[in-house]
């Protein structure tokens, strides 16, 4: 599975941006896509999922009820809107996607480019 980022950039805070991951390759192997994002010093760390078939969304509770998951099956694409941003949402964001549908302990084994997000205060 290929995963390609798209979106970010410079934002103000409380203003809205919007991340698209592609998907190719076996994407019929997919059980969970979302995104991870990264500052420096630290680790990837989970924001958001949906599982590929059945569509159940997943968010760490920082961004919960400012950042929406959707997915497009028929383009093979997932969408992150993110709104109401904070300058500690600035990381970088990576599409990631596993064979395994979301769990407790869900990590990807298929990982995009990563895509900057900066949100000024």
């Known amino acids: 599975v290929q995963l390609q980022a798209s979106g970010g950039g410079l934002v103000q805070a409380g203003g809205s941006l919007r991340l698209s991951c592609a998907a190719s390759?076996?994407?019929?192997?997919?059980?969970?896509i979302g995104w991870f994002r990264q500052t420096p010093g630290q680790g990837r760390i989970f924001v958001a999922a949906?599982?590929?078939?059945?569509?159940?969304?997943y968010y760490r509770n920082s961004v919960k009820g400012r950042f929406t998951i959707s997915r497009d099956n028929a383009k093979n694409t997932i969408d992150l809107r993110m709104n109401s941003l904070k300058s500690e949402d600035t990381a970088i964001y990576y599409c990631?996607?596993?064979?395994?549908?979301?769990?407790?302990?869900?990590?990807?084994?298929?990982w995009g480019q990563g895509t900057l997000v900066t949100v000024s205060s």
């Open positions: 390759g076996r994407t019929s192997s997919i059980g969970a």
């Open positions: 990631a996607a596993d064979r395994t549908a979301y769990s407790e302990y869900w990590y990807a084994q298929y």
């Open positions: 949906i599982n590929w078939s059945g569509g159940r969304t």
